[in-house]
């Protein structure tokens, strides 16, 4: 959604990048042209002209560090910012002390509060919770019916009766207090634009219930229409945040950088596709940082974390730094690879990568095809591909619907990537080696230095949980480039306090 926005903040930074020292016209130029690149995102005019004068306080009139270039240092203030109207900090849900913790959605039709209501309700099963969910848009035709789908997909039960939206969500809470419920998500019923016969049956529901939270769920797509339809729900109901939908879309998203400066409510949680998984609470540094260009480690590692089955990953960790990875490890490797979702998608949440390669067209079938050449390959030939020969390829070939050429390819990738591993040190006979040296060993001859197993490792990282704590951990990258901050020189770098 905005891939356009960070693209103009990609040239405007770009610019910064050539200069030693900034002026202040340096500075009113790129201002310029960040007030240019928020009103083209369709960003509330009122928003804009805050968040260009709160950077430029920053960028004039405060001290820049000396540890940071003047560019670095303008990224820095607009990331604060990007920060700041998108929310500060991520919204913090608290339960009741009495269950159930009601929870009540509002909306305009189409918004997809019906969808919402399920994926909500998946989100409190992965957090342990135990929901149970109300149909009270009694309205539109298999409204019911179709929560009923969504909550047999996720393991939630559904509640409705044939009444009046106000009996059935009081039964609902009774139905909850019954069952032991300790989470309920009442989904209510939508118009096509606002009127008084909603708001009051809003209300009246409302009313009936008193909800711990009541969310408004706003397509991201309807740009500006949606901060208005917040401002008028808000006067009604008194909303505690707002759940953004459609956030995988192509529309240019200026509803999410609005929302919160102009309504006064934070975005509590975001849906960014399609299926009931793809739906989290949201962050705003993280989505400040991915607007950026700068990527969002913690979400990937939190996807990868929710994904990844933990024994195979570990045991496929383990084969690479022994350097026996094997086709059939490799297949396993895809498989999970493929649970995280669009390849575009992960690539968008990795730091580094150039802009070239995740703007660039990726064949997910390329996926489909490696899988299914492996898997048309006997047991003995996942595990010593150096066996298969001209008859075997053309075999696997017509099995998996390929050419021998394709097959050819990915058994040279394969053999380079396993070249690859033997290069960086990975492999059987280092491993060896640098378990004697553990154990005392003598070697003989000339010592030629450390290699690469044998250099010290504060903690494993062959599991995600390492990564984790690498990047958000006390000692971790943020911490440490802040402690470089806060010295202000490079002189002083000795005095950092790196992780034990």
């Known amino acids: 959604m905005f891939d356009s926005l960070s693209d103009r903040f990609d040239k405007i930074f770009s610019k910064l990048r050539s200069k030693g020292r900034l002026s202040e016209a340096d500075v009113e130029l790129v201002l310029r042209e960040i007030r240019v690149a928020l009103l083209d995102a369709d960003v509330n005019i009122d928003v804009v002209k805050t968040f260009q004068e709160r950077v430029r306080v920053k960028c004039i009139g405060a001290d820049l560090s000396k540890a940071l270039s003047p560019s670095q240092q303008v990224i820095k203030f607009v990331n604060e910012e990007l920060t700041n109207i998108l929310g500060g900090a991520a919204f913090k849900l608290t339960y009741a002390s009495h269950p159930p913790t009601i929870i009540l959605l509002a909306g305009l039709q189409g918004s997809g509060k019906t969808t919402t209501a399920g994926k909500l309700a998946n989100w409190f099963k992965r957090q342990g919770r135990n929901p149970l969910l109300v149909a009270a848009d009694l309205q539109r035709p298999a409204a019911v019916e179709q929560l009923r789908v969504l909550g047999s997909q996720v393991g939630v039960p559904v509640f409705s009766e044939p009444t009046d939206p106000v009996s059935v969500t009081r039964s609902g809470l009774q139905e909850a207090i019954r069952l032991g419920r300790d989470v309920l998500i009442v989904d ?90 793809d739906f989290d609470q949201f962050y705003p540094d993280r989505m400040a940082s991915r607007i950026l260009g700068m990527g969002d480690m913690l979400t990937l590692i939190e996807t990868a974390e929710r994904t990844f ?92 619907g390929t050419t021998t050429t394709d097959v050819n390819n990915l058994l040279k990738q394969f053999k380079e990537m396993q070249k690859m591993m033997k290069s960086m040190g990975f492999g059987p006979s280092q491993i060896r080696r640098a378990s004697k040296g553990k154990k005392g060993g003598k070697s003989k001859g000339k010592s030629r230095g450390p290699t690469r197993t044998s250099l010290p490792t504060s903690k494993p990282m062959s599991s995600i949980s390492g990564i984790r704590e690498l990047i958000s951990g006390p000692g971790s990258i943020e911490a440490l480039s802040k402690q470089l901050e806060e010295l202000g020189s490079l002189e002083d770098v000795s005095k950092l306090r790196l992780p034990e």
Do not use: W, Y
């Open 188 to 277: 209510t019923a939508g118009r096509l634009s606002i009127d008084v016969e909603m708001m009051e049956q809003v209300r009246q529901i409302s009313e009936a219930l008193n909800p711990h939270f009541t969310f408004l769920v706003i397509d991201a797509m309807t740009g500006q229409d949606a901060v208005q339809t917040a401002e008028s729900f808000n006067d009604t109901l008194s909303l505690s945040g707002v759940i953004v939908t459609k956030l995988d879309g192509d529309s240019r998203g200026g509803a999410c950088l609005s929302v919160k400066e102009v309504v006064g409510k934070p975005i509590a949680f975001a849906s960014t596709g399609e299926k009931l998984s």
């Open 309 to 400: 089955d933990a024994d195979v990953a570990a045991d496929s960790a383990a084969k690479l730094m022994e350097g026996r990875l094997t086709l059939e490890d490799f297949l396993a490797q895809l498989q999970q690879i493929k649970k995280m979702g669009p390849l575009k998608g992960v690539l968008g949440l990795m730091p580094g990568i150039p802009k070239e390669i995740k703007n660039a067209d990726i064949d997910e079938g390329q996926l489909t095809k490696t899988e299914a050449i492996i898997r048309s390959m006997t047991p003995k030939e996942r595990m010593r591909p150096e066996v298969i020969d001209g008859s075997r390829r053309l075999r696997i070939a017509k099995g998996s």
